[in-house]
């Protein structure tokens, strides 16, 4: 039971940085590579504010989601957007320069070696047996209430609505006066902000690093993949199985290796269906 | 002006002066750097088949490099003959990536490049954890050089010197050159460039993209497994840092700023950049910095690198030759009273 | 029959683009499909050429089945074709987006282009010699060793019917090939394509917009709306079709608007 509770905890994290990742991803088709560094830095931002700043931590969670939405919007600007029209392959080179430069900045600033964020909300409580800490149920809430919020953005307002038509066609959106270029920064900042949320949050509970971000950008890439590009509801079911996985699997599995089964998973269904789990035919 | 000819009279210039170079330099130090520009020239040249030249982006090359250095490593230390375990590992590698392209080249080109780069970390974390067989992260060390060999009724070449190791990874560089402008200057790399071109219009032109693509794939496989064995036995001791992203995206850098799709490019990135490098060695923390910002730069701004903005150059000259050849008896005619 | 397309269907989630199409195309024949914009003309070469799978239906060519087949295969059983949007290698020169087109016909694989062997050498002149006489088709002899990238308009259709020429195709599919081309460029195609036909005696199903073009090539015309065909048969008699002239809202006003 007590993995169940860790396996959700984890699983509301891989889905909001997988959900991040399927907007950009499966609606702009540029696979942002510098995704889980972009998580990674929201960490930092929120360490640095929390420790020299001295603010709280929801101050600096919310700072470090405006600061990240607006690096998002910088990186569609200046690393993707001039490539829109070139083979794919160039956008993932820009990719990968984005993630160098993220990562050594870090490194440069606060030094190769893990972080501390101080927990705001030390504490547990125990529930049919299972410890809970309060920090582990803030992610849990909060990250459910982004991705209900999320929803109901892209359902339900004009601006939600008008990504999903860029998303369907391009071209289309744009002869019908949809500013693409907006949409796109639009989009990132989200997926950049998300993603730092979801990073502040489970902060206190493991050590940040300059490197934590490159293996879950892996991991939200196959379960985006697995669950269909573009497709938000396929993006969060499978960040909860990834998550129940990796924690009711941490005891038989080792630890190590735990990676290496979920990219042997995501050769296997590549092999059986090239579109994804969920995927929807390439035409 | 043939420019093929001077083409050539330009490899054996090169040709000449690595041969009589290590009687030029004497030191040490700079004939190892020299000798781990060729063998990165080669992983480069490697990564340009499959990148440059097939535009398909495998990020997992440094891994390939390190399944053959891994596999010269154990194999020698095991007692196997280098000169066997060699080509064995580099096959190794190929057949590695023939297995995981498989599956992942028959989707999208994005499903590919992030199926490498997991690849990519997977091999640095086996090469890591995996102590029994790896060493886990002390790696493997005491790697003999490689297997003297005897020349019947005469010498035994032994490869202890730094002069024969020059030598013997110089005839590598050579033989991999030589196989890329043959593969190339070929109807096999007319389809791969196809391919990187318009994939879609090759497919109707009646190209197996698919299997242009594994190709591509598995020949730099290939080549990067063999970079790597060469790498085990003169270094004499490797590590998961042999399989490191980190070496993948120091070679993406080498290639697109010398020029990707081009056969000098890859090699004049391998040497220029890390000498330059090594030169600005204040900079050495910022280097990782550096690297991503050119890479941005040259990949939006000189998508050809170095080599290219020479060919472009040169195919200017050129036409500005031959109009000035046809201008010139206009120009004469035209004074004529 | 060269080519046979039996209830030949392709569903979009919901949208209907192709609705179970037959369609024949004799051998030697040169057959015009038109229709109005979104009528799912591309769709329907999109379908035979193997691009798109069907979601309904089969394909025949020389009485085999070649329904679901790859793109690939397709082309090598002798369908050629070109796209509405030119479609060509740009960073290449004329020759070599050529060449490309030829590769399938040849089999040198890595070993023989490693070792330059015979049959490489063999392969090699086989192509040149194809490459030549296709230049002379298509009059791009001058442009010969030119970037793709800086051909006018006109010489780049030319081109992608070339790439299509290279195999010796006996089908050729040709979308649009005179969009957006001036009246004197649209004529040199035009004669282009009579001459594949009547010289060269290949079989052409021909997209296009261009009514007064489609009257003087066409042998047989098939009309498209909605993804279903509405009519087909000689020109004379498809020009007087009510129906045909009603989706069209006016087949003498598109003729006028040339």
Known sequence: ???????????????????????????????????GHLYMFGAYIAFFLMTIAGLGFWTSLLASVAVMGAVGVILERLAYRPLRERPHIDSFISAIGALMILETSVIVIWGP??????????????????????????????????????????KRTTLGATIEAVAQNREGAMLVGIDVNKVSAITFAISAGTAAAAACLVAPIFIISPTMGALLGMKAFVIVILGGLGSIPGAIVGGYILGLLEAMGGGYLSAAYKDVYAFGALIVILSLKPTGLFGKEVA | MNIRLKGRWWYLAIFLVAIAL?????????????????????????????????????????????????????LTKGGVSFWIALPLSASLAAAIGFLVGLPTLRT?????????????VIISIVAGNWVQLTGGYTGVVGIPTPTPIRVPWTVEIRFDSLLAQYYLVLAFLILTMFAMHRIVHSLTGLSFMAVRNNEMLAEAAGIDTFRVKLTAFVIADFF?????????????????????????????????????????????????????????????????????????????????????????????????????????????????? | MLLQARGLSKNFSGLVAVNSVDLDVAEGELLAI????????????ALISGIMKATGGSVYFRGEEITGLKPHLIARKGIGRTFQTTALFNQLRVVDNLAIGYRMRTSSGLFSTLLRTGKWREDTRRTMTRVAEVLEIIGLKEKAFHFAS?????????????????????????????????????????????????????????????????????????????????????????????????????????????
């Not at chain 1, 007590?2 to 990742?21: C, E, K, R």
């Open chain 1, 113 to 154: 070696q893990g972080r501390r964020i101080p927990n705001p909300y030390p504490g547990i409580i125990e529930v049919l047996g299972v410890t809970m800490s309060y920090q582990r149920l803030i992610v849990i809430v909060a990250a459910v209430s982004m991705i209900l919020l999320l929803n109901l953005f892209i």
């Open chain 1, 1 to 35: 039971m007590q993995q169940i509770f860790n396996g959700i905890m984890l699983g509301s994290t891989y889905a909001i940085v997988a959900v991040g990742l399927t907007l950009v991803f499966g609606i702009l088709h540029i696979p942002n590579f510098a995704h």
């Open chain 2, 108 to 120: 999208r080109g994005s499903y590919f490049a992030i199926s490498t780069l997991c690849l990519g």
């Open chain 2, 22 to 74: 290590p009687h030029i330099v004497t030191s040490r130090y700079v004939g190892q750097i020299i000798i781990m520009g060729y063998l990165f020239s080669i992983a480069t040249l490697s990564l340009n088949l499959i990148l440059g030249y097939a535009g398909q982006a495998s990020l997992a090359h440094a891994g390939f490099f390190g399944i053959g250095a891994y596999g010269v490593g154990l």
């Open chain 3, 34 to 45: 038109v229709g109005p914009n979104g009528a799912g003309k591309s769709v329907l070469f």
């Open chain 2, 224 to 337: 990067a497994g063999l970079a790597g064995g060469l790498y085990a036995s003169i270094m004499g001791s490797i590590s998961p840092s042999t399989a490191s992203m980190e070496l993948t995206f120091n070679w993406l850098v080498y290639l697109l700023i010398g020029g990707a799709a081009t056969l000098g490019g890859p090699i004049i990135g391998a040497f220029v950049i890390p000498i330059i490098m090594e030169s600005l060695q204040f900079l050495a923390q910022y280097r990782m910095l550096i690297f991503g910002v050119l890479l941005i730069v040259v990949i939006i701004y000189f998508p050809r690198g170095a080599m290219g903005a020479i060919l472009q150059l040169g195919e200017k000259w050129r036409r500005e030759w031959r109009k000035r050849q046809e201008e010139g008896p206009r120009v004469a005619a035209s004074q004529r009273p």
């Open chain 3, 150 to 258: 800086t051909l006018t308009q006109a010489e780049q259709r030319k081109l992608a019917i070339g790439i299509a020429l290279m195999g010796y195709p006996k089908l050729l599919l040709l979308d649009e090939p005179t969009g957006g081309l001036t009246e004197e460029d649209t004529r040199e195609i035009s004669r282009l394509i009579a001459r594949l036909h009547k010289d060269l005696k290949i079989t052409i199903c021909l997209i296009e917009h261009k009514m007064r073009m489609v009257m003087e090539l066409a042998q047989r015309i098939v009309v498209l709306n909605f993804g279903s065909i509405i009519a087909e048969g000689a020109p004379e008699k498809i020009a007087r079709d009510p129906k045909v002239i009603e989706a069209y809202l006016g087949v003498e006003h598109i003729a006028d608007s040339q």
